[in-house]
């Protein structure tokens, strides 16, 4: 097992000479396209000129694009570690490259979007354009939102001071921090802002509240420069928006997305309409915890008879046995994945906090990231990640490269996916205790993965239209609203003591601007894939079709080919009657048991 991530495929090293090379290579594959495009116009009026264009962007994608390998490996290398300036400078360089290359080059897309409506018919219609047709309609589709080649340039020029650079420096700050608190020993013991984060939900009562007490202390110290940021990069958004003529705050990432807005404020009204599930689901907890009320940093807290640790070994090996039952291939990527290094296992001061599955170009490796510390949730989050991975392997195998990614508000089917079969696994054969614990886990997964994050996506629509109304937010007043929204989903069983109104100041996905949508509308569309497994294993078939399309046709387009219609309520509705299933079986076993209140 390699534990860490092994970056020989990309570089040997931080001072590898072929960096520089790269970067000739990256600039002359980018110069010969410019000069051989630039100042044409045969492109914009002939398909079969077209064809030959498109040819060449997606070789020069395939290879280097926007994404080469330095700004890759730098990026991943500062996700390891944010404490060292030396790889900060190294990415910032990588990045300004990466974002003149993005204004060099924009002349491409621009030019097509602005072509007129009867040749992009001809265009869409042409037998030589097959192969680009989906790829042309996103083009065409974003043509009202573009501003003028010069003013793309100087919003992706400010882009670093006015956006990226205060997000950076937030989550920084925090990867930085380290508290002495209780350990599951009992002892004190210095721990970082990753390993705080995790004691939040040890089953010990008091490492909990010590852990939350130096959680919320961090956040406390950081609130007032989060408020700067915060309010920086709403404004940011703001300007972008009025600039482009969005008439809406949320509407940018639909259309970046592929994703009519209507689908998403569908999806949207189904899962509030089922907030009282969720409130219904933290009475039971609490019940089960013997409590009239959790505290806020207690709502994930497993429900476990006794405390079970997994070695990642141990994880790795259920997960493998799962991903085998349903296709081979999909262990073969996991197994694949551990002997190669491309993923990095264990929390470490200065590594960012969380997990993801990274990838770039089609042509680069696939890394994971995870910061494992033996939980069960641990185990499920490797699942849910290599979902992302298994999702980029199976798109390199059948798309090109301007196919190779997915619409964000079907990101996360793969991960919760396989996911959920990793939790039928260790449901399959345990006896009434601790099938009740791991129906409690899988319900508040469902739980935050649906509910917690529309709540988020609600807050982050306050947050934008209140701002704009104000101008600026104090951060009482966005703790405020925060606190507000939370409730909303959790309901009087959860407090929202002192503390809970600064947990925004972590919370990254809303500086990726309505990202969150995306954990619900994966799960819901999830749920429907898994239904057809389960009553014909065969239909995995259809499964890795879907996982394979990537950006081949929009998400309506993509899953009416397998016979799901997501753009009814009713299908939203459908999936969230499986949670409310889960939560009626939850229920009974909970009276069964006789249950079970617990300190």
């Known amino acids: 097992m390699k534990l860490e991530w092994d970056f020989s495929p990309l570089f040997s090293g931080d001072s590898d000479p072929k960096i520089e090379q790269n970067r000739k290579k990256w600039q002359s594959a980018t110069d010969t396209f410019i000069k051989k495009w630039k100042n044409r116009t045969d492109y914009l009026t002939k398909p079969s000129v077209l064809k030959e264009a498109l040819d060449d962007y997606e070789a020069w994608s395939r290879r280097y694009g926007v994404e080469a390998d330095e700004l890759y490996y730098f990026w991943l290398r500062s996700t390891q570690d944010q404490l060292d300036t030396t790889i900060k400078a190294k990415f910032r360089a990588a990045d300004a490259h990466s974002k003149n290359l993005i204004n060099d080059t924009r002349f491409f897309e621009h030019a097509l979007a602005k072509i007129d409506k009867k040749t992009q018919e001809l265009f869409l219609k042409s037998a030589e354009l097959k192969a680009y047709r989906h790829v042309l309609e996103r083009i065409f589709q974003t043509a009202k939102y573009l501003l003028s080649e010069e003013e793309e340039r100087i919003l992706t020029l400010k882009s670093a001071s006015a956006y990226e650079s205060w997000v950076r420096m937030v989550s920084s700050f925090l990867s930085k921090e380290e508290r002495e608190i209780l350990n599951e020993k009992g002892k004190k013991e210095t721990k ?134 349903l296709d081979k291939e999909f262990a073969d990527y ?73 619409s964000l508000g079907t990101a996360e089917c793969a991960s919760t996916f396989m996911e959920d079969f990793v939790f039928e696994r260790l449901l399959k054969d345990a006896d009434d205790p601790t099938r009740l614990a791991l129906l409690m886990e899988k319900l508040n997964s469902d739980v935050s993965s649906i509910m917690r994050q529309v709540a988020c996506y609600q807050f982050e629509l306050e947050l934008h239209k209140t701002y704009r109304e104000k101008n600026y937010l104090s951060v009482q007043e966005i703790g405020a609203l925060f606190q507000k929204h939370m409730s909303a989903y959790m309901g009087p069983a959860v407090s929202n003591d002192e ?45 890795k079709q879907f996982l394979s399309t990537g950006l081949f046709a929009s998400p309506k387009e993509t899953f009416a080919k397998i016979g799901i219609d997501i753009s009814t309520p009713e299908f939203w509705s459908e999936g969230i009657s499986e949670i409310q299933r889960l939560f009626d079986q939850t229920k009974e076993l909970a009276k069964k048991l006789g249950k079970t209140l617990r300190s």
């Open 499 to 543: 503390g809970s109104e600064n947990w925004w100041v972590y919370w990254g996905h809303i500086r990726r601007y309505f990202y969150n949508y995306s954990y619900a509308s994966g799960l819901l569309i999830s749920k429907a894939l898994q239904k057809r497994v389960r009553e014909q294993p065969e239909y995995i078939e259809q499964v």
């Open 334 to 406: 996991l197994t694949s994945f551990i002997e190669n290094g491309q993923i990095d296992v264990f929390p470490k001061k200065g590594k960012t906090s969380g997990a993801f599955c990274a990838h770039g170009l089609i042509t680069q490796p696939t890394y994971v990231l995870l910061n494992f510390t033996k939980k069960l949730s641990d185990v499920t989050t490797l699942a849910h990640e290599m979902g992302h991975a298994i999702n980029n392997e199976l798109m390199k195998k059948k798309q090109h490269a301007l196919y190779f990614g997915t």
């Open 192 to 325: 970082t802002f990753s390993d705080i984060l995790s004691l939040l939900n040890s089953q010990n009562k008091k490492v909990r509240d010590d852990a939350a007490r130096a959680f919320n202390d961090i956040l406390a110290k950081h609130a007032e420069l989060a408020e700067a940021e915060i309010n920086a990069i709403l404004e940011d958004k703001k300007v972008n928006d009025t600039l482009r003529g969005y008439t809406r705050a949320d509407q940018s990432r639909h259309v970046a997305d592929d994703m009519e807005s209507e689908v998403v404020d569908a999806m949207l009204k189904a899962v509030k309409k089922a907030f009282s599930l969720s409130k219904d689901y933290y009475a039971l907890k609490a019940a089960l915890f013997g409590k009239k009320q959790l505290a806020y940093h207690e709502r994930n807290v497993p429900f476990e008879l006794e405390e079970k640790n997994y070695s990642f070994k141990e994880a790795a090996q259920l997960v493998t046995d799962v991903f085998s039952d």
